[in-house]
């Protein structure tokens, strides 16, 4: 890496500090230009010391600074880093940024700073990806997850499925290098018994892909119901503010309105719908159309009905068109400050149901805890083992998987060859691929394109 690269690494808006940062082998070099010490030049500077500056340019001076020098390869990037805390604004930020490029330093690309961390080995890249993960974590839950990922968690467990692959495969090409020795049924046992292993450690992780999912994108959670029945009240009452528009003028919500909220942790995304009924406008139409969609698309159903009226054919018709789908079902039987007419029909037998009042906020606790327990993510918010795989990762497992399987039955029937050992290779790149331990330039793409310039 030769050049040095530069970026404000904290949000562009009015705060107490900002800080900027250069990593590259210039980093000091270019910063000696423009920050002035008491005493001493900026090249002499011990290491991992926060002392005062000042930044100035052609003799204007600037601000007043915080610096701090970090040494290859005991820095966050593995080489020459500086960082500078400026006050906080985003102009002095800038002068700053454009003072460094002025002496040779340029723009980092988003994510590069962590892309040298582990391009240098200061870590793999589950990591860098948990970094990411740390940065935009909606709830406790998600930075948790995050945290114990950052902190190794995944790469340990990796490590295991690794470990037991290896040494399957060094026995495989022990014996493929000695043809003339006989596999005894005790060695054959050995490698199917660590394959077995890998196996099982790779379907552990396997299973957390949902939650890992849903706690990085959020659990998608549709209101359904047919018009008036409270259903945009009911997304005001769970986000406590007023996006919805509510009215007694039914079919007034034509389109979908999505709203993060973090309920008990889980990062949820309310998706607001129109009432599914026979369309009037053409505005009302493509409304209709979207709520299908949503209703296709989501992980939980809040079905929503009039407890104050009779049942209705359209609900039944609603419940209808979901039935086929594999999302879970609350139902909500809203308005329970009026006096209850709603005979609950046969077809929601089963489903779990929970009376509420938008208006009083009566049974809304309730509903929470109830959509927590239909989340599907154990409720133990604190269990510290679980690290959480993402999509990436996902896609890499399952393809390890398969080889594990097809060597396994490879073993078990045709024994110790060539073709054994090219299935074990197959599992362990894939894991390989995961860690970072195998890359390309398309996988390096992949993972840092996500991120933020300055981090
Ligand atoms: N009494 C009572 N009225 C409610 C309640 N929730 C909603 N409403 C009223 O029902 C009407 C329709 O509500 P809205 O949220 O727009 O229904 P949507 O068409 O399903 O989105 C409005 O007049 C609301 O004030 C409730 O819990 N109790
Ligand atoms: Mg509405």
Do not use: W
Not at 235 to 247: D, M
Not at 282 to 291: A, C, D, H, M, Y
Request: hydrophobic share 45%.
């Amino acid at each position: 890496m030769e050049d040095t690269i530069v970026a404000i690494s904290t949000a562009l808006a009015p705060a107490a500090l900002a800080v900027v940062r250069l990593s590259g082998p210039n980093a000091v070099g270019v910063a000696d230009r423009f920050v002035q010490l008491n005493g001493c030049r900026l090249p002499e500077l011990p290491a991992n010391r926060l002392i005062h500056g000042r930044v100035s340019d052609n003799g204007e001076f600037i601000d007043d600074v915080m610096i701090c020098v970090m040494r290859a390869p005991r820095s966050y990037t593995g080489e020459d880093v500086v960082e500078i805390s400026c006050h906080g604004s985003t102009l002095v930020a800038r002068k700053i940024l454009e003072l460094s490029f002025k002496h040779g330093a340029r723009l980092a690309e988003p994510g590069e700073f962590t892309k040298r961390a582990f391009l240098n080995g200061k870590m793999d890249l589950t990591q860098a990806e948990a970094v990411m993960d740390l940065i935009s974590a909606k709830t406790q839950r998600a930075r948790a997850a995050a945290s114990r990922v950052l902190g190794g968690g995944l790469s340990h467990k990796l490590e295991a499925v690794r470990t037991a692959l290896v040494e399957a495969l060094a026995y495989v090409e022990a014996y493929i290098d000695f043809p003339d020795e006989d596999i005894g049924k005790e060695e054959i046992a050995f490698v199917i018994e660590r394959l077995e292993h890998a196996r099982t450690e790779i379907q552990k992780l396997l299973a957390t892909a949902r939650e890992g999912r849903i706690l990085r994108e959020g659990l998608r959670v549709a209101i359904i119901g047919r018009p008036n029945v409270g259903k945009s009240s009911l997304l005001n009452a769970l986000t406590g503010t007023e996006r919805a528009i509510v009215t007694p003028i039914p079919g007034t919500t034509r389109d979908i309105l999505e709203e993060s909220v973090s309920i008990r942790g889980i990062p949820i995304v309310l998706v607001d719908t129109a009432g599914v009924r026979k369309a009037r406008g053409q505005v009302e139409k493509l409304g209709i159309e979207r709520t299908r969609s949503a209703i296709a698309s989501s992980d939980l159903i809040l079905h929503v009905v009039d407890g104050s009226k009779p049942a209705n054919k359209a609900d039944l018709e609603l419940r209808q068109s979901y039935l086929a789908l594999s999302a879970s079902i609350i139902l909500v039987v809203n308005k329970s400050d009026l006096p209850a007419r709603l005979q609950v029909p046969p077809e929601f037998s089963g489903v779990s149901r929970v009376n509420v009042s938008c208006v009083t906020g009566e049974g809304l606790e309730e509903l929470r805890e109830t959509i927590e327990a239909q989340a599907g993510i154990p409720v133990d918010a604190n269990s510290h083992s679980e690290v959480l795989i993402n999509q990436r990762h996902e896609f890499l497992l399952k393809e390890s998987i398969v080889a594990v399987t097809d060597a396994i039955n490879h073993a078990s029937n045709l024994g110790c060859d060539e073709l054994l050992a090219q299935h074990l290779r197959r599992a362990n790149d894939a894991i390989g691929q995961i860690v970072g331990k195998v890359t390309t330039e398309d996988i390096l793409d992949q993972v840092f394109s996500r991120f933020c310039i300055g981090k």
